[in-house]
């Protein structure tokens, strides 16, 4: 509590005010309120003085702020009233004061974290479409470009998974700081979550500006970071879309430059692209044909076909591949190629895994051997993609699924494609040995169409190296790649493994083949791949190559 004379000097004041102002009361007393008004607030108390003072007015309320002895600011929420006599006269004037300082900053500190990201600091999202939707009206008006960029990493993941989430945070820390370095004053970087960051580019003059800030951001990526004595590399890829003051509301915005970056993604690692209407139809047909997919997992429009693996020298089957097959209601039979690198952009492709895993083993437990088979029960082979790679749960469902079954782990080989392999490959050596542990076979598919590292291939020591079709079929067929098959087939034989060509559709195939000494094929000149119920009379009559 305060009390002041007409002239605003203190003629009375409680212990609580004393200790809000750090002065002392014999300090304070006969004092104008300027000796702890902060001086940029002087002017408030003049002004409410007045209001009192001339009109009949009971309380005045405000806010304003003291300067404290010890030089602090404090904010005070005052509500000052005049004190009368029995003929209205004013005698002096009475304040209640409330420190609200520690309110004020907590309010402000809570207003900033609900704008920006806690660990980088940078706008977030709902003030990032705030500044995009006045970036949007000001474009109307004035004219010009703007662009929305959608910048994704593309090893982000793996970074979390090796090195512990500290480093995965301090890396994006690190990130954060080189593109704010490279984000012009005009423009508005924020981010989007996880590994995503959203840049706003205003005041462009064309749209191949946009290119621009792409290029600037990608470029100062080029550096490794160097974190904890680690020396990581990143990259990253960019969605772009231009607009206009005539173009779509914001949040379409933003959904658009994703559009564009899935297109960067599916093109190729660390690049930018530029939203097309096409790409927008193409993602709407992407996205209908996932949800079908996900639909067809539970309507059973999906299943698993079986292709023998033939030993070349005597036509005995020794193993079927487990190969999907969608049968759809309109579109009729949709191959694999298109709709499992669709599932891959999405956690759609952990629940096909895990139903080619369960199907296949499933079947293969009630598989039969025969004197086709020399008397040794078949193998199955599944295909893995490279995102189920790093799932931490994989080794938990290749158990489950061994163990329900009853299928003896020998029975089982994982198939990997030589380029999903290389993605991270400590990783994937880590996760091979624990599935080789197991008693599960590996192999390696799709050989030679990677960029085959062949210091890794002995490394990671599959038991099969599947030789890619291009390799075997004539279309494809030229005297280097004759070599090479050579080449391939003797270097895995040096390194201890089995070879399997895929692909064989003709006799003259087959016997060059036997000729190098590859051991296995699989191809359509013994069958493609068929329907669970036919694999046990192809195990009882046994395959014949094709005239
Ligand atoms: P892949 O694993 O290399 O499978 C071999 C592909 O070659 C199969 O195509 C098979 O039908 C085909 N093929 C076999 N013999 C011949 C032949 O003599 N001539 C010709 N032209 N083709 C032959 P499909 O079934 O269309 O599968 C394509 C790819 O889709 C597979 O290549 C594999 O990468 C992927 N895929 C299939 N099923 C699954 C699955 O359950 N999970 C995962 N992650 N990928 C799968
Ligand atoms: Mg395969
Ligand atoms: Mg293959």
Same mark, same amino acid.
């Given at each position: 509590?305060?009390?002041?004379?007409?002239? #605003?000097r203190?003629?009375?004041?409680?212990?609580?005010?004393?200790?809000?102002?750090g002065?002392? @009361?014999?300090?304070?007393?006969?004092?104008?309120?300027?000796?702890?008004t902060?001086?940029?607030?002087?002017?408030?108390?003049e002004?409410?003085?007045?209001?009192?003072?001339?009109?009949?007015?009971?309380?005045?309320?405000?806010i304003?702020?003291?300067?404290?002895?010890?030089?602090?600011?404090?904010?005070?929420?005052?509500?000052?009233?005049?004190?009368?006599?029995?003929?209205?006269?004013?005698?002096?004037?009475?304040?209640?004061?409330?420190?609200?300082?520690?309110?004020?900053?907590?309010?402000e500190?809570?207003?900033?974290?609900? !704008?920006?990201?806690s660990l980088?600091?940078?706008?977030?999202?709902? !003030?990032? &479409?705030?500044?995009?939707?006045?970036?949007?009206?000001?474009?109307?008006?004035?004219?010009g470009?703007?662009?929305?960029?959608?910048?994704?990493?593309?090893?982000?993941?793996?970074?979390?998974?090796?090195?512990?989430?500290?480093?995965?945070?301090?890396?994006?820390?690190g990130?954060?700081?080189?593109?704010?370095?490279?984000?012009?004053m005009?423009?508005?970087?924020?981010?989007?979550?996880?590994?995503?960051?959203?840049?706003?580019?205003?005041?462009?003059?064309?749209?191949?500006?946009?290119?621009?800030?792409?290029?600037?951001?990608?470029?100062?990526?080029?550096?490794?970071?160097?974190?904890?004595?680690?020396?990581? &590399?990143?990259?990253?890829?960019?969605?772009?879309?231009?607009?206009?003051?005539?173009?779509? #509301?914001?949040? &379409?915005?933003?959904?658009?430059?994703?559009?564009?970056l899935?297109?960067?993604?599916?093109?190729?690692?660390?690049?930018?692209?530029?939203?097309?209407?096409?790409?927008?139809?193409?993602a709407?047909?992407?996205?209908?044909?996932?949800?079908?997919?996900?639909?067809?997992?539970?309507?059973?429009?999906?299943?698993?076909?079986?292709?023998?693996?033939?030993?070349?020298?005597?036509?005995?089957?020794?193993?079927f591949?487990?190969?999907?097959?969608?049968?759809?209601?309109? @579109?009729?039979?949709?191959?694999p190629?298109?709709?499992?690198?669709?599932?891959?952009?999405?956690?759609?492709?952990?629940?096909?895994?895990h139903?080619?895993?369960?199907?296949?083993?499933?079947?293969?437990?009630?598989?039969?051997?025969?004197?086709?088979?020399d008397?040794?029960?078949?193998y199955?082979?599944?295909n893995?993609?490279?995102?189920?790679?790093?799932?931490?749960?994989?080794?938990?469902?290749?158990?489950n699924?061994?163990?329900?079954?009853?299928?003896?782990p020998?029975?089982?080989?994982?198939?990997?494609?030589?380029?999903?392999?290389?993605?991270?490959?400590?990783?994937?050596?880590?996760?091979?040995?624990?599935?080789?542990?197991?008693?599960?076979?590996f192999? !390696?598919?799709?050989?030679?169409?990677?960029?085959?590292?062949?210091?890794?291939l002995?490394?990671?020591?599959?038991?099969?190296?599947?030789?890619?079709?291009?390799?075997?079929?004539?279309?494809?067929?030229?005297?280097?790649?004759?070599?090479?098959?050579?080449?391939?087939v003797?270097?895995?034989?040096?390194?201890?493994?089995?070879? !399997?060509?895929?692909?064989? &559709?003709?006799?003259?195939?087959?016997?060059?083949?036997?000729?190098?000494?590859?051991?296995?094929?699989?191809?359509?000149?013994?069958?493609?791949?068929?329907?669970?119920?036919?694999?046990?009379?192809?195990?009882?009559?046994?395959? @014949?190559?094709k005239?």
């Open positions: 509590m305060l009390f002041s004379d007409l002239s #605003d203190v003629i009375a004041v409680n212990d609580s005010f004393v200790r809000m102002v002065f002392s @009361r014999e300090e304070l007393m006969g004092n104008d309120s300027k000796l702890f902060y001086h940029e607030d002087v002017g408030i108390t002004e409410t003085l007045v209001r009192l003072s001339s009109e009949q007015i009971d309380q005045v309320r405000y304003k702020r003291y300067l404290r002895k010890d030089g602090r600011i404090i904010v005070s929420e005052v509500s000052r009233s005049p004190a009368r006599d029995s003929t209205g006269k004013i005698l002096y004037f009475v304040s209640s004061e409330r420190d609200i300082t520690e309110e004020r900053a907590l309010a500190q809570l207003s900033h974290q609900a !704008l920006h990201d980088t600091g940078l706008a977030n999202r709902a !003030l990032f &479409e705030d500044r995009l939707s006045q970036a949007h009206a000001r474009i109307a008006r004035q004219g470009y703007g662009a929305v960029l959608l910048l994704d990493l593309d090893d982000f993941k793996g970074v979390n998974d090796a090195h512990g989430h500290l480093v995965g945070d301090q890396l994006l820390t990130l954060a700081r080189r593109f704010e370095f490279v984000t012009r005009t423009d508005t970087l924020s981010r989007f979550g996880g590994d995503e960051f959203l840049y706003l580019a205003e005041g462009l003059v064309s749209p191949q500006e946009a290119e621009d800030v792409a290029t600037r951001l990608i470029d100062v990526l080029a550096e490794p970071f160097s974190i904890h004595g680690l020396n990581l &590399e990143q990259h990253a890829s960019i969605g772009i879309v231009v607009f206009d003051g005539a173009s779509e #509301d914001s949040s &379409e915005l933003i959904q658009r430059a994703d559009v564009a899935y297109e960067a993604k599916r093109q190729n690692r660390g690049r930018f692209s530029m939203f097309t209407p096409s790409m927008h139809q193409q709407v047909s992407h996205f209908e044909l996932v949800q079908e997919l996900r639909r067809a997992l539970q309507t059973g429009d999906l299943s698993m076909h079986y292709q023998p693996i033939v030993q070349l020298d005597n036509a005995h089957v020794v193993g591949e487990a190969l999907m097959r969608w049968q759809h209601p309109e @579109r009729g039979w949709v191959p190629n298109s709709f499992i690198p669709l599932a891959e952009q999405s956690d759609l492709i952990m629940e096909l895994g139903f080619a895993l369960t199907q296949a083993v499933h079947a293969a437990s009630a598989w039969r051997a025969t004197d086709k088979t008397g040794v029960l078949p199955v082979t599944v893995l993609s490279v995102h189920q790679f790093h799932d931490p749960a994989l080794l938990g469902m290749i158990e699924a061994l163990a329900s079954s009853g299928l003896a020998e029975r089982l080989i994982i198939e990997i494609t030589e380029s999903a392999m290389l993605v991270n490959v400590a990783e994937t050596m880590n996760v091979m040995e624990r599935i080789g542990a197991l008693g599960i076979g192999a !390696l598919d799709d050989f030679g169409t990677g960029y085959s590292s062949l210091s890794y002995a490394l990671l020591h599959p038991t099969i190296i599947k030789i890619d079709q291009s390799f075997v079929s004539p279309s494809k067929e030229s005297p280097r790649n004759d070599t090479l098959l050579e080449a391939i003797s270097l895995g034989h040096k390194l201890g493994m089995t070879m !399997l060509a895929e692909g064989i &559709e003709t006799r003259a195939q087959l016997e060059r083949l036997h000729k190098l000494g590859c051991e296995f094929g699989q191809g359509f000149l013994w069958s493609p791949a068929v329907a669970n119920d036919k694999v046990d009379s192809m195990l009882k009559r046994g395959v @014949r190559a005239k």
